[in-house]
């Protein structure tokens, strides 16, 4: 699953808070209970792009965010050559 079209499990359940609403760019199964969540979203006047672990909560239902980061738009192009670097075997 790469596009927001298309929903990781649990995903048409509620977030647990409103700090992580934005833009679901990408939603990347991890396992059988949690996903990778990219969302694009402003945060106390800074665009950021959250790259975070989001699961299933096995009491309530819920898809929650778990451990990640927000990133600021501005470095993504430092951030996505890095990590470019090790997809093509580079250090």
């Given amino acids: 699953m790469t596009t927001k079209e ?5 995903a048409n359940r509620a977030a647990s808070s409103s ?6 760019v990408a ?3 991890k396992n059988s209970r949690e ?7 402003d945060f106390k006047g800074y ?4 790259v975070r672990v989001w699961f299933d909560d096995a009491t309530t239902g819920d898809l929650r965010p778990g451990k990640g980061v927000s990133i600021k738009v ?3 192009p ?13 250090p």
């Fill in 6 to 10: 298309k929903a990781a499990p649990g």
């Fill in 19 to 24: 700090a992580f609403d934005g833009e679901i």
């Fill in 27 to 29: 939603e990347i199964p």
């Fill in 35 to 41: 996903v990778y969540r990219i969302v694009r979203r």
């Fill in 47 to 50: 665009r950021l792009v959250d």
């Fill in 74 to 76: 501005e470095v993504l």
């Fill in 78 to 90: 430092e951030i996505a050559s890095a990590l470019s670097g090790l997809i093509e075997g580079g």
